[in-house]
C-alpha cells in the first residue's frame, strides 16, 4: 500500500481558493490512479475528483466540476486539487486516495482505492 499525506486545508471564505497537495511514498507513484474524497460531518464519505497514472483521464463530481481540478506530478510523487469559487457546502474533511485498479482506470467509489491518507480539513466561510 501507498502512505499518503495531505496537505493545503484551511479557513477560506466563499468564493475563495486553496489547493491540496498529497505526497505519496512506498509505491511507483507512476503505477496507479488517485483520487480526492471528502467527508462532511454527519454524511457519508463522497468522491470528488480522481485522475489516471499520467493524467490523461479525469472524473469529477458533479458538485465540483468546473470549479475543482486534479492534477499530478509523477516526478514528485504529488497529487494536487486545485479549488476554486469555494461555497459553504465544500466544509469537508478532504482525504487522497490511491487506487487498487488498472492504472488508467479513475474509479469513482470507495472500493476502487485501498490505500487513504489522514485528512485535511476544508473550511469555507459565508
Known amino acids: 500500500q501507498a502512505q499518503l499525506v495531505e496537505s493545503g486545508g484551511g479557513l477560506v471564505q466563499a468564493g475563495g481558493s486553496l489547493r491540496l497537495s498529497c505526497a505519496a511514498s512506498?509505491?511507483?507513484?507512476?503505477?496507479?490512479?488517485m483520487g480526492w474524497f471528502r467527508q462532511a460531518p454527519g454524511k457519508e464519505r463522497e468522491f470528488v475528483a480522481a485522475?489516471?497514472?499520467?493524467?490523461?483521464?479525469?472524473a469529477y463530481a458533479d458538485s465540483v466540476k468546473g470549479r475543482f481540478t486534479i492534477s499530478r506530478n509523477n516526478a514528485k510523487n504529488t497529487v494536487y486539487l486545485q479549488m476554486n469559487s469555494l461555497k459553504p457546502e465544500d466544509t469537508a474533511v478532504y482525504y487522497c486516495?490511491?487506487?487498487?485498479?488498472?492504472?488508467?482506470?479513475?474509479?469513482?467509489?470507495?472500493?476502487?482505492?485501498?490505500?487513504w491518507g489522514q485528512g485535511t480539513q476544508v473550511t469555507v466561510s459565508s
Open positions: 485522475i489516471s497514472w499520467n493524467g490523461g483521464n479525469t
Open positions: 486516495t490511491a487506487s487498487n485498479r488498472p492504472p488508467a482506470f479513475v474509479g469513482t467509489t470507495g472500493t476502487d482505492y485501498d490505500s
Open positions: 512506498g509505491r511507483t507513484f507512476s503505477s496507479y490512479a
